[in-house]
Every structure is written in structure tokens, then in C-alpha cells.
């Protein structure tokens, strides 16, 4: 076992973490924080998407010795105050979450986006969701969702 101290959801949590966990084990079986999702395990899905120093990264490839001293955003992280981020609330009014599996995914590669990008195009919202699989949808509502948090973000 290794110590590392993890900044998560702007807190510092000291871990002991084996030479292979990765970040998604540690945050779902360590520091409890489930609302990341365990889809594949293999870097394909984008159920495990958490930001990493502002960028969305797939939790299951990371290792999280490697991680000492980045600022990881879960989706539990988000909210403020204890309030839906606008994010959430555009994927709730927009239809957007159907299951509900990969929408914690999603919703955290809309907010490294948008973060970035505050007024993207269609074009450039597929392309930062090209990463995140969903089964449910055709995606067209989750690009609707996207498209309605950016503009209410823009208002603020």
C-alpha cells in the first residue's frame, strides 16, 4: 500500500491505495462517492468521467498514485450549494437522461466543455461527447441539454 493525498471535489483525502487501483475503484470503494459509474473498464464508455485539473478523463484508465496533487471533480462535486449545476438541470428539462447510467458521464464532459468553451456549436458539443456512450438515446436530447446549459450558463 502506498499513501497518497487525493484532492477531490475541492477536499484533500489521504488514501491507501494498492500500485493498480485505479481513480474510479478508489473513488466508488474507498472514498464512496458512486455517482461516477463503472461502465466498461476499458476506456471505451465514458460512464467513469471525472475532470482532472479542469479536463475530462476516463476514471477507470487512471491510476490514482498518479494523481497526487490534481484537482478531480466528481460528479458529486458539482452541484453548489447543495443546488443542481445548471448542467444538471438543462439534462433534467431537456429529457435528457433517460436510464440515467451515463448521464453522470456526460454531464461532466458538458462542464470541461463549457468551461472551455462557453458557446460551442453543435459540431464541437458531438465532439466533446464523442467519448461518452449512451444506450438509450440518439443522443439529439443530450445535445439539446448541452445547447440549454450553455446558454443559461452564458446568462449568469
Known amino acids: 500500500m502506498e499513501s497518497v493525498t487525493l ?10 491505495v494498492e500500485k493498480n487501483w485505479t481513480l ?11 455517482g461516477t459509474k463503472c461502465g466498461c473498464s476499458t476506456n471505451d464508455c465514458g460512464a467513469c468521467r471525472v475532470l ?3 479536463e ?15 484537482r478531480i471533480v466528481t460528479i458529486e462535486g ?6 443542481l ?5 438543462a439534462f433534467i428539462e431537456a429529457g435528457a437522461v433517460q436510464c440515467g447510467f451515463c448521464t453522470p458521464g456526460m454531464i ?10 462557453p458557446d ?6 458531438r465532439k466533446a461527447l464523442e467519448h461518452n456512450l449512451c444506450r438509450c438515446t440518439g443522443y439529439v436530447k443530450i445535445v439539446e441539454a448541452v445547447q440549454l446549459a450553455a446558454k443559461r450558463l452564458r446568462e449568469e
Open 85 to 89: 449545476h445548471p448542467i444538471q438541470k
Open 120 to 125: 460551442p456549436t453543435e459540431e464541437e458539443i
Open 108 to 117: 461532466i464532459s458538458t462542464k470541461g466543455l463549457l468551461d472551455q468553451n
Open 7 to 16: 484532492n477531490v471535489n475541492g477536499k484533500d483525502c489521504p488514501v491507501q
Open 78 to 83: 458539482i452541484a453548489r450549494g447543495g443546488e
Open 52 to 54: 482532472v485539473d479542469g
Open 56 to 70: 475530462a478523463k476516463n476514471s477507470c484508465c487512471l491510476l490514482a498514485r498518479n494523481l497526487q496533487g490534481c
Open 24 to 34: 474510479l475503484y478508489v473513488l466508488r470503494e474507498v472514498l464512496d462517492l458512486t
